[in-house]
């Protein structure tokens, strides 16, 4: 029988354990993962925000894995050598393949400056950052570093959760969520104005303290609690591996999710990038990737011929305020309300239903 590793418990994965609960596949699979709660993305802000407790907003791979006949080893890959088909753990142990699925997610890109890791918090493992805010619940001041859709939602979280903490949005571009639809910036900027939440573009952080971050241009925001939501880099890991990568380093797969250099490697959700179809790290697209990967990693385990997928080009984009308030956006519409939130909620509650067992 051949050794089929799935590596990382990401979203995609949900859907290959549910396959693999439908029809096993010709072959002894195990999941490699280092916690058996895997944070649902989608549901953190309202967390942080107060609308859910940590654990609501988890799913619990261990009987996920059971149903499907997968053997659940709590442990993390530091090291993989495509050329020998092996695996090394943090434990130390070393793990051997014939396939391997990967969908560990990414790594926080945290900004090389001092201070940084030990004055500021990355906003992944989010089970970490909800720690260090429980923590930091007596800060009267905050501020999110990186204006993207997962940045404003977590300002907006926090000032909801301590009204009276003065938050601050900071990030480099000339304007919040570059490269999403100006609708929606326009949206969230009134959002933003409306919650009295100060926003900073064109600002690059030159230091941090336990007090303040600093700005290039001499500015300096007071932040006694300040979260990296910087962007999304590769695992380190990967460097040595052997697999193709891209230009940052996610591994680089074609339409069957195979790893362009080793067709036994397939990778799913933010480690990786469909290099004729690459779409942005979103839990959307790696939950859109579930299913085709589980199918073909059916078929390579039976030598059957893989099937292409291409990612839709659009999705639907749902932003919590902070408050029981949300903006919806897809291409170029945008529409808010709190009929939105409970929208979102009505979907995150199903998406979790689905994996509860
Ligand atoms: C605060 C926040 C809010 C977000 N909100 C949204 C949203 O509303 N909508 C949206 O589409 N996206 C959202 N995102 C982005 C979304 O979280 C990611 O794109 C999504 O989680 C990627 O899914 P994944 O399957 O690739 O990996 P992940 O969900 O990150 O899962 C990776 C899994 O691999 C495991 N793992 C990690 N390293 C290793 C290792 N070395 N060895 C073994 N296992 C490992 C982890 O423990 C985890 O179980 C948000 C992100 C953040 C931070």
């Known amino acids: 029988m051949k050794r089929l590793v799935l590596l990382g418990g990401g979203h995609a994965h ?3 354990l549910e396959a693999f609960a439908r029809e096993q596949p010709e072959a002894v699979v195990s999941l490699i993962t280092p916690d058996a709660l895997t944070p649902y993305s989608g549901m953190m802000p309202g967390v942080i925000a107060g609308h859910y407790d940590y654990r609501q907003a988890c799913i619990d791979l261990a009987p996920l894995a059971a149903r499907a006949g997968c053997a659940l080893r709590l442990d993390a890959a530091v090291s993989l050598d495509a050329a020998q088909r092996q695996i090394r753990l943090a ?3 070393v793990i051997d393949y014939d396939l391997l699925s990967i969908d560990t997610g990414s790594t926080p890109r945290i900004p090389d400056l001092p201070g940084a890791d030990t004055c500021g918090h990355p906003v992944k493992p989010i089970g970490q950052l909800l720690d ?7 800060a009267r001041s905050a501020a999110v570093v990186g204006a993207g859709a997962a ?9 909801h959760r301590q009204p009276r903490m003065r938050c601050t949005l900071v990030d480099r571009a000339p304007c919040l969520l570059d ?3 100006v609708r929606l910036q326009r949206r969230v900027i009134a959002e933003l104005v409306r919650q009295r939440i100060e926003v ?3 600002a690059r952080v030159s230091g941090i303290d336990g007090d303040a971050l600093r700005l290039e241009d001499g500015r300096s925001i007071p932040s006694q609690f300040t979260v990296w939501a910087t962007g999304a880099a590769p ?4 460097r040595g591996s052997g697999l193709a990568l891209d230009e940052r380093g996610f591994i680089a797969t074609g339409p069957t999710l195979q790893s362009l250099s080793h067709p036994e490697v397939f990778a799913a959700g933010d480690v990786a990038t469909m290099i004729d179809a690459p779409r942005p790290k979103s839990g959307v697209f790696a939950v859109r990737a579930g299913p085709p990967l589980a199918a073909n990693l059916l078929r390579a385990a039976r030598r059957d011929t893989l099937q292409p997928w291409t990612p839709q080009t659009r999705a639907l984009l749902l932003l919590a305020c902070g408050r029981r308030h949300a903006i919806a956006s897809r291409g170029g519409w945008s529409l808010q309300g709190d009929w939105v939130w409970r929208w979102k909620d009505r979907i995150d509650r199903a998406f979790m239903r689905r994996f509860d067992l």
Do not use: C, K, N, Y
């Open 235 to 238: 695992p380190a890991w990967l």
């Open 91 to 93: 434990s130390g142990e």
């Open 179 to 181: 490269g999403l639809p």
């Open 14 to 16: 949900l859907f290959v």
């Open 151 to 159: 940045g404003v939602e977590i300002i907006m979280a926090l000032h």
């Open 132 to 138: 260090s805010w429980h923590t930091a619940r007596a």
């Open 200 to 202: 900073v573009t064109d």
